[in-house]
């Protein structure tokens, strides 16, 4: 169980997080969903110890983790931007992740998922976009951890990785992982979350089922329930 | 942190920037040793170099990394690992790998002039040595400027003004100010203020190792008195190690507290 309690952030002047209370359920995908700046990366760089909340705590797996950094074994984060050093070649900085983290692992699974067997022995600065985001997926995910947390995870992927990609997030799913992802894509909300958290100008406007927050908008699609809500959010 | 090191310094070693590095350590040894008929003349006019060039490449090497290694530091933060050891790696990593270029592009063409046997081998030391310590020092500095800094125009902007003004201000205000007072006595004033810059400091030991300090005139020789003496090389080695282990020290505890 990952829980944040009463949760504050400030980047200089401007309010990032706002009194911010999540729970997220054991064995459940949650998606956290929020127009630009509204706080969803700086969500979960708090809970992975990356920025440091001003106020509030994070809890994981019932450790408060103020300065710990030892609870990030259980975590398995795939960022954003996938950048690594240019000089090293692929198969080269999955053994050097392997060597950070002494853990099982299942690189092997997930690099023939990926097809990615005939680029390990290729420097990583002459990869495209999409082959360093699956590079991204296999050494973040290799390790099996209780907790997955995915930002913005199907950016630069191809069709057929993509498919791929949500099958593994469900039969993770299937195996009693608890999962997290960011997405402006709704329709990836729709195929593989449970529940939402719906942030707007850092703090939480609505968490709950997908189904639950349908019911807050006149119409029963997801996707024109976020836009009325982001539309009366600016009128208001 | 030894394998944030090791990671780090095989990227680097590898990366075509360092072997031009080491590249033009060789050729411009090699040039001076061979076409120079004096092995004193050369050694000063490599010190000349190894001066201003060594603390432009640490600083330009340190924020280039930085900022190129920015979405991968955040990856290596979200692992189990220890804040500190990821920045200190990433830095021995960068300073150790440049001082590496330096060390093999300015031994090989030494060795192969024969300088064991010659009696300036001591002074060979004394240039790798400061060599190395200004590239710690350098590259420290610049990984501390660009860690508080995320605006990367700003932080190559602040890294340059910085070696600007250790390698060619300071000393301009330095004469300034020995020519408006120069009716006081300053020799000891001269002699504090180089200890504040690495630049200088190198440059005054390497000189007085090669006994050319008589070109300095009374402060010269005030300076032989001191850095020549026993206490003046401890002095004179330890400020510069200071002057190469603060800044990280710093960066360790900014990195510490800092947003990623």
């Known amino acids: 169980m990952i829980q944040l309690l009463n949760l504050y952030k400030n980047f200089g002047k401007t309010r990032v997080l706002e009194d911010v209370n999540v729970l997220l359920k054991e064995g459940r995908i949650t998606a956290v969903l929020g127009p630009n700046g509204s706080g969803k990366t700086t969500l979960i760089k708090t809970i992975l110890g990356l920025v440091k909340a001003d106020k509030g705590q994070v809890k994981v797996s019932d450790l408060v983790i103020n300065g710990c950094w030892e609870y990030r074994k259980d975590i398995d984060y795939l960022s954003q931007i996938a950048r690594f050093p240019d000089n090293l070649k692929v198969v080269e900085l999955i053994n050097m992740i392997k060597d950070f983290r002494p853990q099982e692992t299942r690189e092997n699974y997930l690099i023939d998922l990926f097809e990615l067997r005939p680029s390990l022995g290729k420097k990583l600065g002459e990869l495209s976009g999409g082959t360093r985001q699956k590079v991204n997926i296999v050494v973040t995910l290799m390790f099996d951890s209780k907790y997955l947390i995915l930002d913005e995870p199907t950016v630069g992927l191809d069709p057929v990785a993509l498919l791929r990609l949500k099958d593994f997030i469900r039969d993770e799913r299937k195996r009693g992982k608890t999962i997290l992802i960011t997405t402006h894509i709704i329709n990836l909300v729709n195929e593989l979350a449970e529940d939402i958290i719906f942030l707007l100008e850092g703090k939480v406007y609505f968490q709950g089922t997908i189904e639950e927050m349908i019911k807050l908008g006149k119409s029963d699609d997801l996707e024109r329930v976020i836009a009325e809500i982001l539309t009366n959010g600016k009128e208001g | ?260």
């Open chain 2, 1 to 260: 942190m030894l394998r944030i090191l090791k990671y780090s310094f095989f990227d680097l070693t590898r990366s075509w920037w360092n072997l031009v590095y080491f590249a033009f350590f060789l050729l411009v040894t090699f040039s001076l040793l061979y076409l120079s008929s004096d092995l004193s003349n050369a050694m000063i006019s490599l010190m000349n170099i190894i001066t201003i060039l060594i603390p432009l490449v640490g600083t330009l090497f340190g924020v280039m990394h930085y900022y190129n290694s920015k979405e991968f530091t955040e990856l290596l933060l979200a692992q189990p690992i220890k804040r500190k050891d990821i920045f200190l790696g990433q830095y021995l990593g960068l300073a150790v790998s440049l001082s590496a270029g330096f060390i093999v592009g300015l031994c090989v063409p030494f060795f192969m002039y024969g300088i064991f046997h010659s009696e300036l081998f001591s002074q060979f030391i004394y240039l790798l040595a400061t060599g190395i310590l200004l590239t710690f020092t350098f590259s420290s500095i610049s990984f501390l400027i660009a860690l508080n800094n995320n605006n990367k125009m700003k932080g190559f902007a602040l890294a340059l003004v910085f070696w600007l003004f250790m390698a060619i201000v300071y000393d301009g205000l330095f004469l300034l100010l020995l020519v408006q007072f120069d009716e006081y006595p300053l020799e000891k004033f001269a002699l504090g203020v180089s200890l504040f810059n690495p630049i200088d400091l190198s440059r005054v030991i390497i000189m007085l190792k090669l006994d050319i300090a008589a070109l300095l005139g009374y402060t010269g020789a005030v300076f032989k008195l001191f850095f020549g003496s026993y206490t003046g090389v401890i002095l004179s080695f330890s400020m510069l190690f200071v002057w190469s282990v603060a800044p990280i020290l710093v960066t360790l505890k900014v990195a510490s507290k800092k947003d990623f």
